[in-house]
């Protein structure tokens, strides 16, 4: 059996859990022995903690250390999946606020229930979510596993914390390859992609034993992202901001009519800005992960802003032909054309300004990183 440990600056906190592991994981307990993988994205000593701990460690202790890594926890957790010796793994944070002592609990789980996935949870049975900072923290957690389970009420109908960092799995059951990982929550991702025999397991959610957490509101704007992502595709994000382009497309149509500028240039003014913040806007929410293998931030620019000009010139066209001759009400008809384009518009973005170039190794940029348990 092989825990994964995903790190970042934990150094005060690996002598503590490689001794309650060690002690947690005897021969009786984990026949054939157990290993600990740490998976290190540190900035500081932790490296070398691990190193100096593993020397003296009475079960063996492995690291990866990413240089440049990617896909945030979540991506430290597929490279410490992909690692693995054992033929069961266990997920589980470094600050001790999931305690080694429960690792046994869940083997014996998993052994007993043939379960892919068994799922430490703070919200089934004695389960407990005391360790959150506050009853802010609480709130959002609960909260925030309710949005989840509502977005997948079939692959989550028996798991009552999805948000939880600390779960079993056996490696085999799991795609590892479909997975895309990104911020922190890895057990949702891993959930939502493919169907899983899974079972929980309550677990009381300590306090930290050193450090602070790294959980942050861009963390937890970052959760609402994947979630939307993982339902409903890259054009999820795509569409909100689409929709926001569109308002505010209108609101400039009409504040500039209202001024008393004819509405063909108060047309073409709307197109032009909201062209230009949607790029931004897609740059940053819907194609981050695509920029690296994709051209240039000129060459993306060029071509999005010439194809979404030349379509916002048919549109303008077909406006002014409707408007004249038929419609007289440019603000109606300006907002059915967008809507047509909408599709076309994505389908253009994704194949053509950030299709990857062949050839091209794309990675997921680095988020910032924060631990489980939001």
């Known amino acids: 059996m092989t825990v994964v440990v995903p790190t970042y600056n934990e150094g005060p906190n690996v002598a503590e859990l490689v001794r309650r592991l060690a002690a947690a994981l005897d021969d009786d307990v984990v026949p054939g022995g157990a290993e600990v993988l740490f998976v290190d994205d540190s900035t500081d000593d932790t490296p070398a903690v691990i190193a100096g701990?593993?020397?003296?460690?009475?079960?063996?202790?492995?690291t990866i250390?990413?240089?440049?890594?990617?896909?945030?926890?979540?991506?430290?957790?597929?490279?410490?999946?992909?690692?693995?010796?054992?033929?069961?793994?266990?997920?589980?944070?470094?600050?001790?606020?999931?305690?080694?002592?429960?690792?046994?609990?869940?083997?014996?789980?998993?052994?007993?229930?043939?379960?892919?996935?068994?799922?430490?949870?703070r919200y089934t049975g004695r389960g407990d979510a005391g360790g959150l900072d506050g009853w802010?923290?609480?709130l959002v957690s609960k909260a925030s596993g309710l949005l989840?389970?509502?977005?997948?009420?079939?692959?989550?109908?028996?798991v009552s914390d999805p948000m939880t960092g600390f779960f079993l799995l056996r490696p085999g059951a799991v795609d590892v390859a479909?997975?895309?990982?990104?911020?922190?929550?890895?057990?949702?991702?891993?959930?939502?992609?493919q169907r899983l025999r899974v079972v929980e397991v309550p677990f009381v959610f300590g306090e930290r034993?050193?450090?602070?957490?790294?959980?942050?509101?861009?963390?937890?704007?970052?959760?609402?992202?994947?979630?939307?992502?993982?339902?409903?595709?890259?054009?999820?994000?795509?569409?909100?901001i689409g929709a926001l382009g569109a308002v505010l497309n209108l609101a400039i149509l009409a504040g500039l009519q209202g001024l008393g500028a004819h509405y063909l240039p108060a047309v073409i003014t709307a197109n032009a800005v909201t062209i230009v913040l949607n790029f931004l806007l897609q740059e940053r929410f819907v194609f981050a992960d695509l920029r690296d293998g994709a051209y240039s931030v000129a060459g993306r620019f060029a071509r999005s802003f010439a194809f979404n000009g030349t379509e916002a010139a048919v549109r303008t066209l077909l406006l002014w032909w409707i408007v004249e001759r038929a419609v007289p009400h440019p603000e109606l008809v300006q907002a059915v054309l967008i809507l047509v384009a909408f599709v076309v518009r994505f389908v253009f973005q994704s194949q053509v300004v950030y299709r990857p170039r062949q050839g091209a190794d794309v990675t997921e940029p680095t988020p910032s990183r924060a631990r489980p348990g939001l």
């Open 53 to 62: 701990v593993a020397a003296q460690a009475p079960l063996p202790v492995r």
């Open 148 to 158: 989840a389970r509502s977005m997948f009420p079939v692959k989550l109908r028996d």
């Open 136 to 138: 802010w923290r609480r």
């Open 65 to 121: 250390h990413r240089e440049r890594p990617t896909g945030g926890l979540s991506g430290a957790v597929v490279a410490g999946l992909e690692a693995a010796a054992g033929a069961r793994v266990v997920v589980m944070d470094g600050d001790l606020q999931h305690p080694p002592e429960m690792v046994p609990v869940l083997l014996t789980t998993a052994h007993e229930t043939g379960a892919d996935v068994v799922v430490a949870s």
């Open 178 to 193: 479909a997975l895309h990982p990104r911020g922190f929550k890895i057990l949702l991702e891993i959930l939502a992609r």
């Open 209 to 240: 034993f050193a450090g602070r957490s790294k959980a942050t509101v861009a963390n937890g704007m970052r959760y609402v992202q994947q979630l939307t992502s993982l339902r409903f595709g890259r054009m999820s994000p795509f569409a909100v």
